[in-house]
């Protein structure tokens, strides 16, 4: 039955996704492409590609479009929520040690490790997101100037602690308003 | 906070986490810890460290986690449903027209700034969140911050092995030298 094969593939793609975002593609193209054939490689940077301007991890677009693909909403339904499952398990147990009653001080102490290393590599992620932001290219360096405007902007505002759902918005309202000033004065920088 | 209040918290958080994996964090920050004031950045901090001991997408285990922390079981299931659903409604509707949509020149535009603003808004979710983490302990914690930065930058070693080697060096460290006299 076609639902539960998709159920058992991304059971397989959430268990073994570990790192997050890209780190994940290698494993779902093996899964995929490779295993089940459910998509072409054209079709998986298609994924990647349509990944990139929408909200959610990869993990899921992927198990999604796969879905719709091979057996339409229920397949996309049970794609997905079989993507998260291994890790729901998981933290669930987790949890329940995490969150009740008193913790050993062993555990109290890998976290005065962990609080400074996570905000460590939160850190690398933003320098990687920093590059493929305000960068069209690196070598040479080519700086987009409509991203440049929107983070400089924004930057300011929430220095100023200005909420930060509208700040998502207004970035696109800068992207959107600098395509068209470089649309009227012929300057567009290839878009991506 | 109600479980309903919740799910609807989590569902337009996730609907604004473009580019995946951290950037669920200041979205999280900003309404658990700054507008409801229900979670502390050292918390926020311990929740992200576990959401990276299960595979899977970052954003997912997070919300997990933040459901866990605030509401229990009920409220872990209700952050992963949350967090699942609008990727996956998105995606669904798009899978029609998903070529003419990705390829769009206004959504690649919008984009552009979104991504300048969200790289922003990292910039000081990491500054807080540094912050934080500072507080105890100031030159242990400033050493293997730096540490780990330079590690996930300059080295693919996988996330999850980063973090079992932080916990390990927690235990070891603080094993010989008690809290009250570390640095």
Redesign the interface.
Known sequence: MILLRLFIAFVEV????????Y??LPLIERVIVHRYGWLSMMEMT?VV?????????????AA??VG??VAG?PG??VA??A??L???I???I??IF??RGKRPT?ID???????????????????S??I???FLSTSPIVI?P??????????IL??KRV???P??F??????????LVEYLTGTGAS?? | MGLWKFFLKIF?I??????????I???IR?EFVHKEKLIGD?EM??L??????????????TA??TG??LK??RG??VG?IA??L???I???I??FF??W???N??????????????????????YD??K???K??KI???I??????LT??LTSI???L??LA??????V???YVP?EKMP
């Open positions: 959430g268990a073994f996704a570990f790192g997050g975002g780190a994940a298609d590609s349509i990944s990139q301007v929408t909200p959610g991890p990869i993990a899921i677009n999604t479009f719709m693909r909403l996309a339904i997905s929520f993507t998260v291994p890790q729901t998981l933290l669930f987790i949890g995490f969150f062993t102490h890998a976290f005065l490790a962990l609080r400074p290393g996570v905000a460590g590599l939160i850190g690398v992620a933003t320098v997101i920093f493929s932001a305000i987009d409509v991203a440049l405007v929107a983070f400089s902007v924004v930057l929430r220095i909420n930060l759902f700040l998502v207004l970035g696109a309202g800068i992207g959107l308003l600098g395509h878009p991506r | 337009v996730s609907m604004m986490t473009f580019g995946g994996g951290y950037t964090v200041p979205l900003e050292e901090l311990d992200i460290a576990l959401s990276q001991t299960a595979p899977g997408p970052i954003a997912v285990s997990l986690l866990y922390k229990g079981r872990a299931v992963v967090a699942t609008p990727p996956l998105i995606i669904s798009l899978y998903y070529t949509f990705a390829s020149i206004w959504v690649r535009a919008a984009l552009r700034g979104m991504s300048g603003a969200i790289c922003a808004i990292m910039i000081i979710a990491v969140l540094a934080a983490a500072l105890k302990h242990f914690s400033a293997i911050m730096v540490a780990a930065f996930g930058l996988n996330l999850g980063i973090i932080l916990a390990l060096i927690g235990i460290a603080f094993h809290e």
